[in-house]
């Protein structure tokens, strides 16, 4: 079973930054996309950042977190990452790491992980 496990999460005050990791329990490669979702109380899950896992590299980020915020990978290490700067308060949330994958049937396999919590004071 793929496993997936965030850390870097924690307290910071407005404008601080954070670096979120996402380590997975075998190759990344064999992913997809791999991405970063975050999930506020009272409010649905929403994508913030994904990349390509292979391949060629290629980006996706919402509109309130460009500019703040960079995905990244590290193939070697099985990793991917979540630079946060100049955060905000409204950037409170859970952040979950999640990665896909087509497989022969072309069909979709969704994973992931615990969730690691991010909470910015004013």
């Known amino acids: 079973q793929v496993q997936l496990v965030e850390s870097g999460g924690g307290l910071v005050q407005s404008g601080g930054s954070l670096r979120l990791s996402c380590a997975a329990s075998?190759?990344?490669?064999?992913?997809?996309?791999m991405g970063w979702y975050r999930q506020a109380p009272g409010k649905q899950r929403e994508l913030v950042a994904a990349?390509?896992?292979?391949?060629?590299?290629?980006?996706a980020y919402a509109d309130s977190v460009k500019g703040r915020f960079t995905i990244s990978r590290d193939n070697a290490k099985n990793t991917v990452y979540l630079q946060m700067n100049s955060l905000k308060p409204e950037d409170t949330a859970a952040y979950y790491c999640?990665?896909?994958?087509?497989?022969?049937?072309?069909?979709?396999?969704?994973?992931w992980g615990q969730g690691t919590q991010v909470t910015v004071s004013s």
């Open positions: 999640n990665a896909q994958r087509i497989d022969r049937a072309l069909s979709l396999e969704n994973y």
């Open positions: 075998g190759s990344i490669l064999v992913f997809n996309v």
């Open positions: 990349i390509t896992s292979r391949g060629s590299t290629n980006y």
